[in-house]
T-cell receptor, first 113, second 113 residues
Framework: GQQLNQSPQSMFIQEGEDVSMNCTSSSIFNTWLWYKQDPGEGPVLLIALYKAGELTSNGRLTAQFGITRKDSFLNISASIPSDVGIYFCAGGNYGGATNKLIFGTGTLLAVQP | NAGVTQTPKFRILKIGQSMTLQCTQDMNHNYMYWYRQDPGMGLKLIYYSVGAGITDKGEVPNGYNVSRSTTEDFPLRLELAAPSQTSVYFC????????????FGNGTRLTVT
């Protein structure tokens, strides 16, 4: 089945560092979503993007919808220990015939205090 | 407002046993989904439903069955458990089509031995 290419697979950083991760696809999407999953819990929505070129922030998180509509980026500034978790991107087509989001394979983030 | 509630949180099955994973949501969402999450593999769609009485296969439906008798409930049934079904199962719901954000439950960790 189709999956998005998400990178990096994992990151081990020091507290205070900035983090960047991205997702790329061979298909065009009109929606990009970024989720975070804490250990033992379900994914929680961080940011939703609905327009090519859109740049949206949520606190220290900033995500961008790529102009080609085939990629998206998530940046975390000044990381803190509670940023630890798995980050997933998901692409979809809002208003499409079926709501089948395609998920990336995830980026595991570890933050050392 | 509980959102999406899954039970049980953990379960161990012997090969060949059957069980039902329960999922209920109180957001009046029409769309509900079952995903499985394997290590390093992201989320794969098992089955989904666009409303009461309507279900359809996702990417990996073999070995599973679902029903949707009410808007709120979307149980997932395993008839003959196999070791390949060892995974973490997530139920989700959404309000609308396409890239509408999914709201996830906290998951059921299933081990088949």
């Amino acid at each position: 089945g189709q999956q998005l290419n998400q990178s990096p697979q994992s990151m081990f950083i020091q507290e205070g560092e900035d983090v960047s991760m991205n997702c790329t696809s061979s298909s065009i999407f009109n929606t990009w979503l970024w989720y975070k999953q804490d250990p033992g819990e379900g994914p929680v929505l961080l940011i939703a993007l609905y327009k090519a070129g859109e740049l949206t922030s949520n606190g220290r998180l900033t995500a961008q919808f790529g102009i080609t509509r085939k990629d998206s980026f998530l940046n975390i500034s000044a990381s803190i220990p509670s940023d630890v978790g798995i980050y997933f991107c998901a692409g979809g087509n809002y208003g499409g015939a079926t709501n089948k989001l395609i998920f990336g394979t995830g980026t595991l983030l570890a933050v050392q205090p | 407002n509980a959102g999406v509630t899954q039970t049980p949180k953990f379960r161990i099955l012997k090969i060949g046993q059957s069980m039902t994973l329960q999922c209920t949501q109180d957001m009046n969402h029409n769309y509900m989904y079952w995903y499985r999450q394997d290590p390093g593999m992201g989320l794969k769609l098992i089955y989904y439903s666009v409303g009461a009485g309507i279900t359809d296969k996702g990417e990996v439906p073999n070995g599973y069955n679902v029903s949707r008798s009410t808007t709120e409930d979307f149980p997932l049934r395993l008839e003959l458990a196999a070791p390949s079904q060892t995974s973490v199962y997530f139920c989700a719901s959404s309000y609308d089509l396409g890239g509408s954000p999914l709201h996830f439950g906290n998951g059921t960790r299933l081990t088949v031995t």
